[in-house]
């Protein structure tokens, strides 16, 4: 199956992301409070990012720069969570969810970006 490039599927999934993201953060700031301070701002930079890109005209050098951003902060994310779970700061399925979707995220952004 193909990674859909729309960028408003990969805005909604990185969505999705931040939601799961909600109720983690706080018992990963109780073990790492900075670590959860930069999975927090990783995955929304992944969502302003995506939703700024949305705002230039496709063929714009500043939509694909944004799109790029969204890749590297998703993978940042991506990142964290390993870490996070690696440590075992949460729960492993709830990381392991949330891994799922920022992969998703990841490969989407890496369409958009244009790195194929």
């Known amino acids: 199956m193909t990674t859909p490039r729309h960028p408003l ?3 909604e999934v990185s969505h999705e992301l931040v ?5 983690l953060l706080p018992r990963l700031a109780s073990r790492d409070r900075a670590l959860a301070d930069q999975l927090r701002r990783a995955a929304m930079s992944v969502v302003l990012n995506l ?7 496709r063929d714009d050098g500043r939509r694909r720069s944004h799109f790029a951003v969204a890749l ?16 075992r700061f949460v ?3 709830r990381a392991d969810a949330a891994l799922a979707l920022v ?7 890496y369409r958009l970006a244009g790195r194929r």
Do not use: K, N
């Open 9 to 11: 599927h990969a805005l």
């Open 19 to 23: 939601a799961l993201l909600g109720p």
């Open 51 to 57: 939703s700024e890109a949305r705002g230039y005209a």
């Open 72 to 87: 590297g902060s998703a993978y940042e994310t991506q990142a964290a969570l390993r870490i996070v779970r690696d440590l």
């Open 91 to 93: 729960d492993a399925a």
């Open 103 to 109: 992969d998703r995220v990841c490969a989407m952004a």
